[in-house]
């Protein structure tokens, strides 16, 4: 299972840090992601990580500006997201993937992020 | 990276089968084995329907196949049934490490 939380509204500029809880399964087994969702709009990916955190992959929409990191100890995933711009506001999702195929087969619900003055 | 291509919406009679082709470039969908499908119903989170063009993870049921010819991928629904209405995405590895969803289909049970 994978729960999400950390989600809001910011103003552009603004930072936010979402989490993702993992739980039922060996977290260290998996590549982790999150993709995103604008409201009523296509999924897209933003970032991946390895499952020692030794490599980190972006869209290059939010390079340099989101971070993904996880703590293994604790089965939990991260998004620290700074200079937001509206156009990050979606539904995070954050998604397990064992060989970086990106065969996404367990999701979590989401975190709604909303970047408005 | 630019999404992959796919038509906004098809539709079916119950019963019927249907594809959805999902095109990209030699970079992505052409370039490995690593196009999965998913299926998204209103308000809840995507449910992955096919892994690696073809495979059908446990618990999908067989009326959903994959396959690729060259950069397009295709995901087949045959016997069509009214829980098959929801919106279909694509996916595909990149030849930069990163992955590319496809624009969406909308598929309706007429």
């Known amino acids: 299972q994978l729960v999400e939380s950390g989600g809001g509204l910011v103003q552009p500029g603004g930072s936010l840090r979402l989490s993702c809880r993992a739980s039922?399964?060996?977290?260290?087994?998996?590549?982790m992601t999150w993709v995103r969702q604008a409201p009523g709009k296509g999924l897209e990916w933003v970032a991946s990580i390895k499952q020692d955190g030794s490599e980190r992959d972006y869209v290059d929409s939010v390079k340099g500006r989101f971070t993904i990191s996880r703590d293994n100890a604790r089965n939990s995933l991260y998004l620290q997201m700074n200079s937001l711009r509206a156009e990050d506001t979606a539904l995070y999702y954050c998604a397990r993937d064992q060989w970086r195929t990106g065969d996404f087969d367990s999701w979590g619900q989401g975190t709604l992020v909303s970047v408005s003055s | 990276q630019s999404a992959l291509t796919q038509p906004a919406s098809v539709s079916g009679s119950p019963g019927q089968s249907i594809t959805i082709s999902c095109t990209g470039t030699?970079?992505?969908?052409?370039?490995?084995?690593?196009v999965s499908w998913y299926q998204q119903h209103p308000g809840k989170a995507p449910k992955l329907m096919i892994s690696?063009?073809?495979n059908r993870p446990s618990g999908v049921s067989t009326r959903f196949s994959g396959s690729k010819s060259g950069n397009t991928a295709s995901l087949t629904i045959s016997g069509l049934q009214a829980e098959d209405e929801a919106d279909y995405f694509c996916n595909s590895f990149t030849s930069t490490y990163t992955y590319v969803f496809g624009t969406g289909t909308k598929v309706t049970v007429l």
């Open positions: 690696e063009v073809s």
């Open positions: 030699s970079s992505d969908v052409g370039a490995y084995d690593y």
């Open positions: 039922g399964f060996t977290f260290t087994s998996y590549w």
